[in-house]
């Protein structure tokens, strides 16, 4: 059966610095979606993707995030300076022509 | 925007019980309710999802009731096992993005 894939599965930084998570959606999928769950916490949408642009985005995704699909197959989620607050999973999720969102395992993020 | 909030926070059952774990939303236009299953190192995976033109539906020993009088919806698993163990989110959404506002999550434990 497809599914998601997300790489690095943890990642470990330094405040102030740039981290790239990347996913790998459903080949076949058009709609893409990150997610961040902070330990503890509601899972939280960040933002969503469609036809090469952000559809929508939450008050999270501010001007230290953003999205590319550089390819026809890589979906990016770039925060250009990680702060201590950023620590987190992070989901992408894809979708298909229906409403079902499939979920990556996540990247579990940790800035220190 | 939305908000979920979703009961009890953890649930401990022995094997063979019911588990029943419950969600109201705020916004009366959210006509999408999905239910996710989490397991330990994974992403969330759609277990059941209802429309709001549904009060009621059911997939093997699981079913969900929504009243959207009340605004709540509910997750009934019968017969439980032990791999049911996991955490459940509830999540509510409008038609059109179908991005999912989640709850805080269910850790349902069950018992051998």
């Known amino acids: 059966e497809p599914e998601v894939t997300q790489t690095p599965s943890h990642q470990v930084t330094q405040m102030g610095q740039e981290v790239i998570l990347r996913c790998v959606p459903i080949?076949?999928?058009?709609?893409f979606y990150w997610y961040r769950q902070i330990l503890g916490q509601k899972v939280e949408f960040l933002v969503s993707f469609y036809n090469n642009e952000i559809s929508e985005k939450s008050e999270i995704f501010d001007d230290q995030f953003s999205v590319e699909r550089p390819d026809g197959s890589n979906f990016t989620l770039k925060i250009r300076s990680t702060k201590l607050e950023d620590s987190a999973m992070y989901f992408c999720a894809s979708k298909g022509d229906g409403n079902e969102q499939y979920f990556g395992p996540g990247t579990r993020l940790t800035v220190t | 925007g939305e908000n979920v909030e979703q009961h009890p926070s953890t649930l401990s059952v022995q094997e063979g019980d019911s588990a029943v774990i419950k969600c109201t939303y705020s916004d009366s236009a959210s006509n999408y309710f999905p239910w996710y299953k989490q397991e330990l190192g994974k992403g969330p995976q759609l277990i059941i999802d209802?429309?709001?033109?549904?009060g009621e539906k059911k997939d093997q020993r699981i079913a969900v009731t929504l009243n959207k009088t009340a605004k709540h919806f509910s997750l009934h698993i019968t017969e439980t096992q032990p791999e049911d163990s996991a955490v459940y989110f509830c999540a509510a959404s409008k038609g059109g993005s179908y991005i999912p506002t989640f709850g805080r999550g269910t850790s349902l434990i069950v018992h051998p």
């Open positions: 080949s076949n999928h058009l709609y």
């Open positions: 209802i429309r709001s033109n549904v």
